[in-house]
Nanobody, 124 residues
Framework: QVQLVESGGGLVQAGGSLRLSCVAS????????MGWFRQVPGKEREFVAT????????YYSDSVKGRFTISRDNAKNTVFLQMNSLKPEDTAVYYC?????????????????WGQGSQVTVSS
């Protein structure tokens, strides 16, 4: 089992920045592929970013590419999502996810564990 706890969400003005953190416990973090997803009420959860267990491979959705950066610190069992140039359409609940798959993936079903979510609100 893996427990994931997100933090760092909040309210920010358009053009601002936030950094989400997700701390994992319960399993060897360095062996896990990590991902970030987001969901708006009434819509399906969507992929945001993913990073391979080694940190050498990352992949982003087109909507955040160039503005968001995913990174990880395996010594601290933590994955980060640095969000810059935020837009009102980035408003959502952001979820951290962990998977035992040994590559990056955008597919929800390939992630085995999920955090509780962190609200990000971007005002115009």
């Amino acid at each position: 089992q893996v427990q994931l706890v997100e933090s760092g969400g909040g309210l920010v003005q358009a053009g601002g920045s936030l950094r989400l953190s997700c701390v994992a416990s319960g399993r060897t973090f360095s062996r896990l592929t990590m991902g970030w997803f987001r969901q708006v009420p009434g819509k399906e959860r969507e992929f945001v970013a993913t990073i391979r267990w080694s940190g050498e491979n990352t992949y982003y959705s087109d909507s955040v590419k160039g503005r968001f950066t995913i990174s990880r610190d395996n010594a601290k069992n933590t994955v980060f999502l640095q969000m810059n140039s935020l837009k009102p359409e980035d408003t959502a609940v952001y979820y951290c996810a962990a998977g035992t798959i040994w590559r990056t993936t955008t597919r929800e079903y390939e992630y085995d564990y999920w955090g509780q979510g962190s609200q990000v609100t971007v005002s115009s």
